[in-house]
Every structure is written in C-alpha cells, then in structure tokens.
C-alpha cells in the first residue's frame, strides 16, 4: 500500500499538473501500458491504462470538481469502479480501484450487505457526494478483468460516448513518433490487379532517401479498385509497451482522400473494430494493420468522418501517395510512394536453352510492346515450396524483351518465379517456367482446392504438390451447365482466380478442378458454399447435417459465401474429451456485423452427460468455453458467435485445482501477516466460473464477502481487522463454467 509515501511524487506531479484542463488521475505514474483506440478482439480500449509500478494501493484523484454518480463492484469488467460526473458534463470513469475512500467504501460495504452480494451498481444524485478537484476518492487495485496492478480510467461526454484523455485535457509527454512497418494493398473488385496479381499485397518501407520519414521500396502497379492499409503502433520514450496512434490521414497527388482520428467511440461501435483493423491480416496472424478506406456497406463509426471512403479509383499513369500518421503528442511520421495505375503486361516465355552451365529463358512481352527493363527469379522445390531468390548470372535486352541466364545447378529439379517490370514500372502478369522433366503424374499428386475471402470478393486457389505441364481449369456445374473459370498460375504449383463476386455461386451444385496432362482427371470440391446477404436469414447445414448456423439479417456487412467444414485433425482438450466432430466456419478470416446462432446436433448417448457444453477454437487460448443452450428433447447444443471459428462439444472431465491458499494449512503466523485470505485456483479446459453463486468461502464457520479475481483465478478477503489470536479454519469451494467444482479448507493458527 502506497499511502502513506506519496508525498515526493506529489511535488513533482504539481508542475506538471499546471496549464493542463484536468489535475492526472493518480500519482502512481504517468506511465501507460495502454493507451484509447487499441485494437480489442471485442472491440475498441475505451480509454487509458496507468501504470502503478506494479503495487495497488496509490490514490487516486477528482480530475476536476463534481460528483461521484455511481458506485460498481463486480468480479468481471472494471471490477470496483467509480464514475465521477464533472461540473463540465464529462464524466470520469475510475476503474479496477482496490478501495474507494472511506465515506464511499464504507456505503459499499452496506450495500453489499443489504444485498447479501458482492455485487454492487448504485447511482447517486449530484448532492450526495460532491468533491472538489485533487479530493482523494480511491486507491488503484487490480480488480476485476485486469491484468495486473494498474488504472484504468475513462473520459466520457454528456452522451455517455467515450472521450481520449490524451486530447481531452490529459495529455501525455511524447517526444517519438509513431512507427509504420508494413503498407498493404487490398483489391476490392474483380479484375483488380496488385503487382499483377489479384491477391493482397504486403510490402516493407524503408528510410526515405531525401526528406526523413519512410518510402515504398519501389513504384507499385494496380489496376482497378484498391485499399491501402498499415501496420503501425506508437511508442513512448521510456516505455516498452506499444500503443495506438491517435490520427492518420492518406493523400493522393497531394489531396486528403480518408481520415481517421481517435478523439472519441462509442459502445454501441465496439464491433467495429473488425472493419477498421484489416480483419484478413489479423485472423490469419499476418499483423496488426489499420485500414485506410471505407466501404460503403460498413458500419458509420466515429473515428471515420462520413463521406470519406478511401477507396483508390486511379486514373491511368502515376500517382503520388501520402500516408501521415500522428500521436496524441502531435509527433509525425510520413509514408510516401508511387502507384501506377496501369494494366499488368502479359508476358511469355517465348523459348528456353539449355547451355553449358547455365539455362537461358527468353522473356517477351505479349502486350504494351513496351521494354522490359527488370526481372526478379525465385525457385521453388519440386513439392512447390518457396527456396530462395536466383542470381542471374547474364542479362541482355531482347527487341522488347529479355534473355537471362540462370545457373543450371540451381534449378534441376526446381521452379522458377519470374517477377518483371517495364520501362514504365509496369508489372509483369505471373510468370512461371518448370523442367518438364520433373512433371509428377496426376495420379500421383495430392491437389488442394480452397476458398479465400477478400473484402467479401471470393478468390478460389488450387495446389498441387508437384509440377505439372497440363491445362489446368476450374468449373462451376450450375443446374445442366458447366460455367469455367479462369485460372492464373501464381506460382509453379498454385493457380488462382481473379476476384469473383459471390452471386457467381448462386444454385451452384458442384466445383470441379479439371486437369488435363498424361491423363484426365477432375477433382471435385467436398463442399457446396451458400450465398449469404445482409437483411436476409439464410440456414447453412454442414455436409453431415449435424451442425447448422443461422446468419441474421444483420450478421453480415455484404454478400458473401459461408460454409461449414469438419476438421479431420481438430487439437484435443486438455482436460477433457471430444464428444462431437469439430466443424469449421468459413471464411475464416471474414469480419462479421453482428453474431450469428449456431447449433450442433448430439448422440443419445450424451444427452444426460454432465459438464458438457460447446466450445470454439481460439488461437492464442485454446478452447474456450462457450455459454450453451442444451435441448435434450431435440438432442441440440447451441449458442453464438462473434467470428468465424472452430466449434464443437466437450465435456470438461476435470475440476478446478487449487495452487495456493493462504494462509497454508497447519501454518504459525504473526497477527500482522494475516491481513488477507485467499485461494487461488486454475482450470484446464472451461476455466473458473465468475458467478457468484458457484463459489463461497467461509472463515471459522461464518460467510465472510469475499471478492474474485477472473484473471488471477483468486477468491480473497480483506479482513475488517486482525484475526484473533488462536487456530483459524478457512473452508472454500469455486466451479468451473462447466459446473465441476473444487472444495477444501485449511487450518493455521495466529500469534
């Protein structure tokens, strides 16, 4: 506890203090772990995370003069929480506190009485409880969702819509700019090429070579409508944490074409988050990028102004971009780069000789008879892995193309990528070349045909795992006639669509991957995606009809396609058993509006089996519990989803398990160490139930009002006073969400 030496930080926070509009909220730092905007899974930060130097106990301030409106206490969430409604309207939310001041903390204490709950949510009116500026009204904890000591405070407006401290009259000393690592461009419509290609785009930035800040590292031909996006975070002198930037703006030819400023949210946009994070990135852990255009059928937000879409429309030739990304602070970085809007060239490899030790590949242009000026080789092994970049051993101009040499002894049994430019800085259309030779029979390659969602466009890819020389095609059997697609070989062993629009798939039956080589054969897709829209329900069933999900009318920001798979390999739980086959769905990546309903058809055999509910699949946790409706009558699970993930029924077969209480059984301790009791358990699979009515915790008999910890899995009291001196017994017991439950009770003695 700090509070009794705080005093010489007091000083040197009173200097600060001045010329700001509102006094810093508490004197344990000025330190940020987090800072407002952050990228949430659910959602936005709300607001500002304070260090405390890792210890609870500091106070806490009035910002300004005004009232305490409101009173929280509650295990989840903000855990012990106080609303401060200022004189100006603004409202000052203090949160995860370990104890309000006396006055407040001892009307706490009766309400919890009152209510025989820990739970407390009470409103106050303005004449209660005003306080003046600087007034102390808690002291920092840890309570709560929290993830270690610290303060998390808010700024709200009289619209209750939260505000950024940093810009609001809280601001922060910062003298580093924000950092930009990655810029992404994203096709938006079929035929829209990226550097000839239909799939995003990530590129690297480097120091500018005149004028400070970062540069493409090279001019970036598209053609048709794209996005940008980047990967960026802010840092602080000091501080290893990374934070959000609080403004960027794009320019194209010098004119502000999308901004997007952090000064204010709202609850009701926490899902939001989805379509101003590149959602594709993130779900498949390619990084955390903002996006810088806005479609038309995504949500209005705060941080976006209206009327604003950043969606790149180029006229042909080049083009002058400008990425400005700002702090709070007001500290600047500057991306700039040149884009051409130009159709890709189409190239071909007109012949190939083979000499002494090298093989002479002979590139021409097939359209804009434009020289080629530029081309990059990477080889690839004969499974169609990516191996290294070649160095061309002879390069020399041919009418408009090229001829280069490559070193045979690098190739053999390897592919070639050849990446080409034009005079003009125009890309090449892939371009790929194999030894026939090392061709694989059909009938001996393993072919791989998948789905990828981009911006709700739908790009279909097929691999093999080997070369072959054969046409490849793909064909859509649509009632009685077959629609073919066409196929670009991106690589020596992937061949993709453009872009296809998803009322491309409407009462589609079958999806073949035809190949035509040392024999015939087709492939067909072991699914049947549906075509979903926005205001309209749409049921989807899996292929063995035992797991269903229902798409709201507001499920979905467009037309899409969504299907069900079944895992073959799913990850077993740790502390329980599978009781279903695991299905996932798809598209993976796709950011949805709003949840959809999902349910999963069960075998008798389970209907009366304890513990048992549906779980989804997270990546950086595991399993994770899923709140389950049970129909035994119609043998269904089911619950909702915010994401596209893996789900299916588990039953948790493990309790809790304890791994320390406090004080230990058959302990000896002085009466001055014994200001807290605690017990302090962990979950495999389900994790620790945060109701108040699956745990209780007695001391010598009597309930005492304990409180819980979810992050740190800890049930604790504070004693009102010292324990008498004597033998003590604690007695305990907490569940998981799936209803096991733990209990014990120590004994220990006090001097």
């Known amino acids: 506890m700090k509070r009794n030496h705080y005093c010489f930080i007091i000083i040197s926070m009173i200097c600060i203090a001045a010329g700001q509009n509102y006094r810093w909220p508490t004197v344990g730092s000025k330190a940020l772990s987090s800072n407002f905007g952050e990228f949430r899974d659910g959602g936005f930060h709300m607001g500002i995370d304070i260090k405390t130097l890792g210890e609870t106990g500091w106070p806490v301030y009035a910002i300004d003069d005004g009232h305490i409106s409101r009173m929280v206490a509650n295990f989840s969430g903000y855990g012990k929480a106080l609303y401060l409604t200022l004189n100006d309207g603004n409202t000052a939310v203090y949160a995860h506190l370990e104890e309000f001041s006396f006055r407040q903390e001892s009307i706490l204490l009766t309400l919890q009485s009152i ?51 940093l810009t609001n009259g809280l601001p922060v000393e910062d003298y580093r700019s924000p950092r930009v690592h990655q810029v992404g461009i994203i096709p938006l419509s079929p035929g829209t090429k990226v550097n000839g290609s239909s799939i995003p785009r990530v590129f690297p ?41 609080q403004a960027i703006q794009l320019l194209v030819d010098d004119e502000p074409v999308f901004s997007l400023k952090y000064n204010e949210l709202d609850y009701d946009q926490m899902a939001t988050v989805a379509q101003v994070r590149e959602n594709r990135f993130h779900r498949l852990n390619l990084g955390s990028f903002t996006k810088l255009y806005k479609l038309e059928t995504f949500s209005s937000t705060t941080i976006v102004p209206d009327g ?77 892995y990516p191996d290294e970049q070649l160095t061309i051993v002879n390069s020399k101009k041919d009418r408009s193309g090229l001829r280069i040499e490559l070193p045979k002894s690098k190739l053999g049994k390897h592919g070639v990528s050849f990446i080409v430019k034009n005079k003009l800085g125009v890309h090449g259309s892939p371009l790929t070349w194999h030894d026939p030779n090392a ?27 080997g070369f072959t020389s054969g046409n490849t095609a793909l064909r859509l059997l649509k009632e009685d006639e077959y629609i073919s ?3 670009t070989k991106v690589q020596p062993t992937v061949y993709t669509t453009d872009l296809l629009l998803p009322s491309l798939f409407y009462n589609v039956q079958r999806i073949d991957a035809f190949f035509d080589g040392d024999i015939e054969r087709i492939i067909q897709l072991d699914l049947k995606p549906t075509v979903v829209a926005p205001g309209k329900v749409t049921n989807i069933l899996s292929k063995d009809k035992n797991c269903s999900i229902q798409i709201t009318k507001t499920s979905i920001y467009d037309t899409t396609l969504v299907w069900i798979e079944a895992i073959d390999h799913p990850v077993e739980p740790k502390g329980g058993t599978l009781q279903s086959l695991i299905y996932q769905i798809q ?49 269904i699970m089911s619950s909702t989803l915010l994401s596209f993930d893996a ?26 160490d014994v200001r807290t009791i605690s017990v302090i358990a ?45 033998e003590h017994t604690l007695e305990y017991s907490l569940s998981d969400q799936a209803g096991n439950q733990v209990s014990g009770s120590t004994t220990f003695t006090v001097d």
């Open 439 to 465: 061709d694989r029979r059909l009938t001996e390659m393993d072919i791989d045909i998948t789905f990828s969602v981009v911006e709700h466009k739908i790009i279909m890819q097929i691999q093999t795992d």
């Open 485 to 487: 697609i066409p196929l």
């Open 205 to 245: 930035l480097f120091a500018a070579t005149s004028g400070g800040g970062l540069q493409f590292p090279d001019t970036v031909s598209c053609f048709g409508p794209i996005g940008l996006t980047i990967e960026v975070d802010d840092k602080i002198q000091g501080a290893a944490n990374k934070y959000q930037v």
């Open 308 to 384: 604003t879409s950043g969606v790149l429309n180029l006229t042909p030739g080049y083009h002058k971009i400008e990425i400005q990304v700002s702090d709070a602070a007001g500290n600047t970085t500057i991306i700039k780069g040149t884009v051409i809007n130009y159709p890709p060239v189409k190239l071909a490899i007109r012949d190939v000789e083979w000499l002494d030790n090298t093989i002479e590949f002979n590139i021409q242009p097939v359209t804009l008879n434009i020289p080629l000026t530029k081309v990059t080789c990477y080889s690839y092994t004969a499974y169609g």
């Open 587 to 635: 598209p993976y990546e796709l950011a949805i509006k709003d949840t959809i309903r999902i349910g999963i058809r069960y075998n008798r055999q389970i209907k009366d089996m304890p513990n048992t509910s549906l779980y989804y699949y997270n990546q950086k946790s595991g399993w994770t519990f899923l709140p389950t409706i049970n129909l035994p009558n119609r043998l």
């Open 682 to 726: 962990d979950d495999y699979l389900s994790g620790i139930s945060s109701d108040e009515q699956t745990m209780s915790m007695k001391l010598d008999g009597e309930p005492v009002r304990y409180a819980f910890q979810p992050l740190k899995k800890e049930l604790y009291y504070y004693l009102p006073t010292p324990l008498n001196a004597g």
């Open 115 to 165: 209510n025989n709950s820990y739970m407390v949510n009470e409103y106050f009116k303005p004449q209660q409880f005003p306080v003046k500026r600087g007034d102390i009204i808690g002291y920092t904890g840890n309570t709560g969702a929290s993830f270690g000591p610290h303060l998390h405070f808010e700024l709200r407006n009289s619209k209750t819509q939260p505000l950024n401290p």
């Open 647 to 672: 789900i299916g029924i588990i039953q948790d077969t493990d309790p809790p398990f304890v791994r320390r209480v406090y004080p230990a059984n058959g302990g000896k301790f002085h009466y001055k």
